[in-house]
């Protein structure tokens, strides 16, 4: 059956969620625009300890959307969003997995797109696609017609993470994880265990899911710069330990990501600085 004849596309949508009061209205409602529905949204608390405000607010968001199908899952304790997101994935009935922050949104033909795309090429295991940074009342961009589709090998990967979770669709049947408690860089950890097992990787050329805050130097778990970078670099790390690569091909990858952090560090200083003389 082709997605056209679909009323709603057999994916299962994962949102972690720990004290997300103020977005996660915002990143359901850019679900619920979507022109193709997924068949059942999962909200993941991860633990928010914050006497049931979070729990109480999914709780009315799942009563607001009734005719969707919306599962709320209670961690027992905080173990990380990705801990979040396999207790999410332990629930999910569908096929297809896309995965989404509480506090980002998505373009209202994401999900129709992609799944067409994933469909149309069964032996892809996942996709993502650009990601753009808006404010808070910004216009959508339109999106082209058409998309250039790049297939990323391990090393281009390994180079750079070409995929913002908020992007990525994947096959729920894949056997690998995101590993527990791991807070940083734990994404791109699953996608490169992904890629160097042998399974295919896609990235589409096109700008359908939104942040509203920048990847580094802001709130979040990635606002703390040196934990992030110390994820990326226990990232390679593991990488290393399966013998996907050699000492010479972790230390490359590891100094490169220093520097990727300096240039980081520098810039988020300098913003800062710029920011206190604009008051």
């Not at 896609?202 to 580094?216: C, R």
Request: net charge positive.
């Amino acid at each position: 059956m082709m997605c056209s004849d679909l009323q709603k596309a057999p994916v299962s949508v994962i949102i972690p969620c720990y004290r997300c009061a103020n977005t996660i209205k915002r990143a359901l409602d850019s679900i619920m625009a979507q022109t193709l529905l997924p068949e059942e949204i999962i909200l993941v608390d991860d633990f928010s300890n914050d006497q049931n405000e979070t729990v109480a607010l999914l709780e009315s968001l799942k009563n607001l959307y009734y005719k969707t199908n919306i599962k709320i899952v209670q961690l027992d304790k905080n173990s990380g969003p990705g801990s979040a997101r396999n207790a999410g994935w332990k629930q999910a009935s569908q096929p297809y997995l896309a995965f989404l922050d509480a506090d980002d949104s998505w373009h209202p033909k994401k999900l129709k797109i992609q799944y067409q795309w994933m469909v149309e090429h069964p032996d892809a295991v996942l996709s993502g696609h650009q990601s753009l940074k808006l404010s808070a009342q910004q216009i959508l961009p339109t999106l082209p017609d058409n998309f250039a589709v790049t297939r990323i090998n391990k090393y281009s990967l390994l180079f750079s993470n070409r995929f913002p979770t908020r992007s990525v669709m994947l096959k729920r049947d894949v056997s690998f994880r995101f590993v527990p408690e791991k807070r940083y860089a734990e994404d791109y950890l699953l996608w490169l265990t992904i890629v160097f097992n042998g399974q295919s990787a896609w990235f589409l050329n096109g700008a359908m899911t939104y942040s509203y805050k920048d990847d580094f130097g802001e709130s979040g778990l990635t606002g703390d710069l040196w934990k992030t970078q110390l994820g990326v670099l226990d990232t390679y790390q593991q990488i290393y330990n399966t013998g996907f690569i050699s000492m010479v091909m972790f230390i490359l990858v590891s100094s490169l990501s220093l520097c990727k952090y300096l240039r980081r560090l520098i810039i988020t200083q300098y913003l800062r600085q710029t920011e206190k003389l604009i008051r």
